[in-house]
């Protein structure tokens, strides 16, 4: 293929045209350009100067290996279709003959461009200098193929290569780079009441009627390390968590509207929620759960955890205020709750499952402190820390590692 052919060709991707936003598949058309417009040796050096540069940035110098993978990911008409049926013949053909350019593409490196341009053995022994990239056929059509029959689990886009993410405050998905690698195996105790929230998850995966969970209870018990740890251990099956802030609630219609048609599930999950009696969240989330026109799309359910059952701060004055309708005030305020599916209960630990938990912690973590001189250190411990919890049993265990206690 001429190097003006591939150049031309690379300019009208339509299905994958997502890639020329890419930094390095940019540089490699910018490459390509120069090449193409017979440019002088000093602008053929600077392009691909330019291009090696962001491909070596990105952690890699095999450039078929990069491309292949950013197809596999890339956001695209028709990935959005194959997830909810049958592409279109006139997709299918586009999808297909971009695929071929691609995977042409991806096996060319340096060498390769410059006897598609024409040079002559002079000109091109005047850049034997330039590094050479690592290129090699991919097999890319084939694994785009099966790449779309798992499109439920795998995803696409950003979904694709991330598991976790935040909502921006204008609204925008937001990838988290490194979630928290929390796992259900390090979790001792409380496992009937995860118990219950993986059910739960299992049949949203499974495109079965889910509810939205309230995993309510006192502080440190683990009721947003449960979350994460669920999220983790589903993810490679299609799970995906959104984490958003009470102050956001606003914005979840849209959220849910955005995600209502990918093929994945979503988790949109709410930490430590609580509200004051005239918080404007509190009529925002009511109509999220149950109730509002647009209903809840099967593939999303709403998690969050609280330290309160009611959700709603009340004091005694408000009972005593002058309200004609106070008890159908305070019916309003307790509603909320009531509205998540499944309410799941974590209450402090006694002494026996504190104990459990401590050592369980210390065999994870490979303490050879005696069990009951660790649980009578332990005890201590939770005293200083205001109580027993998982989390003060965690930090018990965290000291003793470092060889602080």
Wanted: glycine fraction near 8%; charge should be negative.
């Amino acid at each position: 293929m001429k190097i003006q052919d591939l150049s031309a060709r690379l300019a009208g991707l339509a299905v994958f045209r997502g890639l020329l936003e890419d930094p390095v598949i940019a540089a490699f058309a910018g490459l390509a350009e120069a090449l193409s417009a017979g440019a002088g040796r000093q602008a053929v050096c600077q392009a691909a100067g330019r291009f090696e540069s962001v491909l070596f940035a990105a952690d890699t110098d095999d450039f078929s290996e990069y491309l292949a993978s950013a197809v596999l990911e890339c956001e695209n008409i028709c990935a959005r279709r194959a997830a909810r049926g049958a592409l279109s013949p006139v997709l299918e053909q586009a999808l297909d003959a971009e695929l071929q350019f691609l995977e042409q593409l991806s096996a060319l490196g340096l060498d390769d461009l410059l006897l598609a341009a024409g040079l002559t053995p002079a000109q091109r022994e005047g850049l034997a200098f330039l590094p050479r990239w690592t290129c090699h056929p991919t097999g890319l059509a084939a694994s785009y193929e099966a790449r779309l029959s798992e499109m439920g689990k795998r995803g696409y886009g950003m979904f694709a290569r991330h598991h976790v993410f935040m909502l921006s405050d204008e609204g925008r998905l937001v990838p988290v780079r490194h979630p928290d690698p929390q796992r259900l195996e390090d979790l001792p105790g409380y496992e009937h009441e995860r118990e219950k929230v993986i059910a739960n998850t299992k049949a949203l995966l499974a495109g079965l009627p889910a509810n939205n969970v309230l995993l309510y209870g006192d502080a440190g018990t683990g009721k947003s390390s449960s979350v994460k740890a669920i999220v983790n251990k589903f993810a490679p099956e299609g799970l995906r968590l959104v984490e958003v802030k009470k102050n956001q609630l606003y914005l979840m219609p849209d959220l849910m509207d955005q995600l209502a048609a990918n093929p994945l599930k979503f988790i949109l999950f709410i930490d430590d929620l609580s509200f004051a009696a005239n918080d404007d969240n509190f009529a925002a989330l009511k109509a999220i759960l149950e109730g509002s026109a647009g209903g809840r799309a099967a593939n999303i359910a709403v998690y969050a955890t609280s330290n309160r059952r009611h959700l709603v701060k009340e004091t005694m004055s408000d009972r005593t205020g002058d309200d004609i309708h106070e008890a159908d005030t305070r019916q309003e305020l307790m509603s909320l709750s009531a509205r998540f599916g499944l309410t799941v209960t974590f209450q402090r630990p006694d002494k026996a499952l504190y104990s459990e938990i401590l050592l369980d912690l210390a065999r994870q973590a490979g303490l050879t402190i005696p069990d009951q001189q660790l649980i009578t250190m332990g005890e201590a411990f939770a005293i200083r820390a205001g109580g027993r919890s998982p989390r003060a049993a965690k930090q018990f265990i965290e000291q003793c590692r470092a060889g602080v206690v």
